[in-house]
């Protein structure tokens, strides 16, 4: 007799614990936040096994330089905001060698973003969004057509592509993003 009430002692009820396991479970997973990291989405050229430097001459090179305050300097000249910049280098692109201070041509033409290390990305993502705008509105010219209607031209239509290939035909988007200084 004593050994069947020893053996009634020793049973556990599996069943609780394997509701408490879920509902750990299930609270872990709700409290848990899972970090999503954030930064530029940028599509950047496939990587090369022998890189060569390029020479660009400085004619052909607009130089955009924005310090840890935010403040720009264009071509060697300081500037409180970005008005104006999107025209100049429009006429820097499109110059077609008429002028000795502006570019050879669009195909040589590059436009160069630095920022300083302290640059806010707010600053770097408006001075790339100016630049990227200047060449949208060559395209969308070349093509007849807005700004905003070449941006939302679909490749998968011949026709559409057709009017993206001829806005970009001979003028690429040159846009080079140096290293950040200190």
Request: charged share 25%; no cysteine; net charge neutral.
């Given at each position: 007799?004593?050994?069947s009430h020893n053996s009634q002692q020793m049973q556990v009820n599996a069943g609780s614990m394997a509701d408490?396991?879920?509902?750990?479970?299930?609270f872990f997973?709700?409290?848990?936040?899972?970090?999503?990291?954030?930064?530029i989405s940028l599509l950047l050229p496939p990587e090369r096994l022998k890189t060569e430097l390029v020479p660009i001459n400085e004619r052909n090179l607009y130089k955009i330089q924005i310090n840890s305050q935010d403040k720009l300097l264009v071509e060697g000249e300081l500037r409180e905001n970005t008005?104006?910049?999107?025209?100049?280098?429009?006429?820097?692109?499109l110059n077609y060698g008429?002028?000795?201070d502006l570019s050879e041509s669009p195909s040589k033409a590059v436009v160069s973003i630095k920022t300083n290390r302290g640059t806010t990305?707010?600053?770097?993502?408006?001075?790339?969004?100016e630049v990227k705008a200047a060449?949208?509105?060559i395209y969308a010219k070349r093509a007849r057509i807005t700004p905003a209607e070449y941006r939302n031209l679909s490749l998968a239509v011949p026709a559409e592509k057709w009017l993206y290939d001829l806005g970009r035909k001979g003028i690429p988007m040159n846009i080079s993003i140096a290293e950040p200084s200190n």
């Open positions: 007799m004593r050994n408490i396991a879920f509902l750990l479970l299930i997973m709700i409290t848990t936040t899972i970090v999503n990291d954030k930064g008005s104006g910049l999107r025209e100049e280098i429009k006429a820097f692109i008429k002028s000795a990305q707010e600053m770097f993502i408006k001075m790339l969004d060449y949208y509105e």
